[in-house]
């Protein structure tokens, strides 16, 4: 079993920025393709960001594409959601996946391709 958990959400202001992290208790983490995913009150899970295991496919929703960076730590077992620039839109909670080892391409944006998600962070952007 998997246990993956976020943090570094909060409330920020238009134009702020966030780094949220989430740390996986997996000893083969580097072999996990790792996504973020993001759910707003009223609103279906969304796909933000995803990162194959072995760094050939990264994938961002065209709504952060160029303020939103994905990046990992193999050896700290821990992926990263660096977020600038945010909007109030970007206000959700904010959650982070895990796939065990799957062929590059689309197919890790969508959220039926992963295995384990943490509890959520929560990320406030206010006006």
């Known amino acids: 079993q998997v246990q993956l958990v976020e943090s570094g959400g909060g409330l920020v202001h238009t134009g702020g920025s966030l780094r949220l992290s989430c740390a996986a208790s997996a000893r083969t983490f580097s072999t996990y393709t790792m996504g973020w995913f993001r759910q707003a009150p009223g609103k279906e899970r969304e796909f933000v960001a995803a990162?194959?295991?072995?760094?050939?496919?990264?994938y961002y929703a065209d709504s952060v594409k160029g303020r939103f960076t994905i990046s990992r730590d193999n050896a700290k077992n821990t992926v990263y959601l660096q977020m600038n620039s945010l909007k109030p839109e970007d206000t959700a909670v904010y959650y982070c996946?895990?796939?065990?080892?799957?062929?590059?391409?689309?197919?890790?944006?969508?959220?039926?391709?992963?295995?384990?998600w943490g509890q959520g962070t929560q990320v406030t952007v206010s006006s």
């Open positions: 990162m194959h295991w072995s760094g050939g496919s990264i």
């Open positions: 996946a895990a796939a065990r080892t799957v062929t590059q391409g689309l197919g890790i944006t969508r959220l039926g391709e992963y295995d384990y």
